[in-house]
């Protein structure tokens, strides 16, 4: 494994209490950096932060990232308790169910819109003050290939993602000239609970669609956006990330 320097950095990471999320959490421990852990399940947390304190400093906060007031009182939290934030790793997200675009009830559709993008911009925002004033930040979101190529049956998800890659080229350049770095990764498929979820018809497609012929793996992953949260990465902002195994048409 690499070496990423994140010594004396603070990073909040959202649904960080299993799969990707929690892949990203212990990356950044191992790398040295403190991590406030934020997620809905209650539970899982609590379990998970009981096996990682023996990696470094960690908090936990129950938090619903589509929920304004939720945010800014977790993030106010995380910034007392820990002192600064460095970092924020907007992971949190929903892929819902597989249907027709035309057929997606539209509750469903408001409930992926607001955890996917609406969760990203209130937890960016419930940060960057901070981040200002230190001079200092990294922002990684989590997009997806299907917000550049677009999943059939999935179009919620697909749309939710490309917002989020939307936003991220605009915040990068809101923030270029305050030392605070905005990117987000764009990966296909992960070994997560979320794709195990998914009919087989569309992990077929998923895979039929991918040159390398298999997922990736959370450490892939987590490696990446390990080096997109360090001091290295000070050059690339707005930027948009693939880690899709030549999935990637754009």
């Not at 990471?13 to 950044?28: P, S």
């Not at 419930?126 to 200002?132: G, L």
């Not at 018809?201 to 793996?217: A, F, H, N, W």
């Amino acid at each position: 494994m690499n070496s990423i320097d994140l010594k004396g950095r603070v990073a909040i990471v959202t649904g960080a209490a299993r799969g990707l999320g929690l892949a990203i959490t212990e990356r950044l421990l191992d790398s040295g950096a403190a991590v406030a852990m934020w997620d809905t399940e209650r539970k899982g947390l609590e379990e998970q932060a009981m096996r990682l304190q023996a990696k470094g400093k960690v908090t936990t906060a129950v938090v619903d990232v589509a929920d304004e007031s939720q945010v800014e009182s977790a993030a106010a939290t995380a910034h007392k308790t820990l002192g600064r934030i460095d970092i924020l790793v907007n992971n949190a997200g929903v892929s819902g169910i597989v249907r027709r675009s035309w057929e997606y009830p539209l509750d469903e559709w408001r409930k992926i819109m607001a955890v996917n993008v609406d969760g990203v911009y209130l937890c960016s925002r419930a940060v960057i003050p901070v981040m200002i004033a230190q001079k200092y930040g990294r922002i990684v979101n989590l997009a997806s290939i299907a917000g550049k190529n677009g999943n059939p049956s999935l179009t919620p998800y697909s749309t939710s993602k490309a917002a989020v890659i939307g936003f991220t080229k605009a915040l990068g350049k809101d923030l270029a000239k305050d030392g605070v770095i905005v990117n987000c990764i764009t990966p296909t498929a992960v070994h997560t609970e979320m794709v195990k979820s998914f009919p087989q018809k569309t992990v077929d497609y998923i895979l039929e669609q991918t040159p390398m012929g298999r997922m990736g793996t959370t450490d892939e992953l987590a490696a990446m956006v390990a080096w997109m949260c360090s001091e290295e990465c000070s050059f690339t902002t707005g930027g948009v990330f693939d880690i899709s195994g030549g999935r990637a048409t754009y």
